[in-house]
């Protein structure tokens, strides 16, 4: 396929752009972030990436220095205590993914893809393996963001990363990259501390993979 030939080409070229484009509110938000809590701007996270290969992801650090690491947010007994004031507006709005344009310029990411699970989301990583989905680069968004988010289980996502990886395409990125800009002004599926949140809250469970920071 062609376009799989230009993915990264247009990746790398819309990724500079962005960088360019988007550098004044980068800077706004670091400076927030310093003066609302002590700690680094950047928070680096091991996940894992093509071929389950492991990279380190970059993103704003939403939550304080002594927050638990790796681990999912619905492990922790009071997640809203870790986030950070600015971190609630950031991880509500999305911003805080925006340093994982870096990763798409160093070839860890794409901007569309699976998103990238966390080296010990081994549920996730081993469902994504019956779809294939651990074949592609992840993304900074994807099908299955915005066909659920947050409120979906494992099992549905993983699905829904297979299904993209089958109809990969630039109708389908293109897609993909439009419905994301409404689903993050709408905050679609959005639930904090909530994979699969929705359906849970039917069937009296939940369960999640949002990381804690």
């Not at 829904?160 to 990969?168: A, F, H, I, S």
């Not at 389908?172 to 679609?188: A, G, L, Q």
Request: hydrophobic share 40%; charged share 25%; aromatic share 8%.
């Amino acid at each position: 396929m062609i376009y799989l030939k230009l993915k990264r080409p247009i990746d790398l070229i819309l990724a500079v752009t962005g960088l360019i484009l988007l550098l004044p509110l980068l800077l706004a938000i670091a400076v927030l972030i310093k003066l609302d809590s002590k700690g680094p701007v950047l928070f680096k996270q091991k996940r894992v990436g093509k071929g389950k290969r492991t990279f380190y992801i970059y993103k704003f650090r939403t939550m304080r220095i002594d927050s638990p690491k790796d681990t999912p947010t619905h492990m922790l007994k009071n997640p809203e205590k870790w986030i950070t004031r600015v971190g609630k507006v950031l991880r509500k709005t999305s911003l805080d993914e925006l340093p994982q344009i870096l990763n798409i310029i160093k070839g860890d990411m794409s901007i569309i893809g699976p998103r990238p699970a966390l080296w010990n989301q081994y549920d996730l990583i081993a469902e994504r393996d019956k779809y294939g989905a651990n074949d592609v680069l992840p993304g900074l968004t994807g099908w299955a963001q915005i066909n659920g988010r947050d409120e979906l289980p494992i099992q549905e996502k993983a699905r829904l990363d297979g299904e993209y990886v089958k109809k990969l395409s630039l109708a389908m990125d293109v897609k993909c990259f439009f419905y994301t800009i409404i689903s993050v002004i709408k905050r679609d599926g959005v639930v904090e501390g909530g994979t699969g949140s929705l359906k849970a809250a039917q069937k009296g469970y939940r369960h999640n993979s949002r990381t804690s920071a």
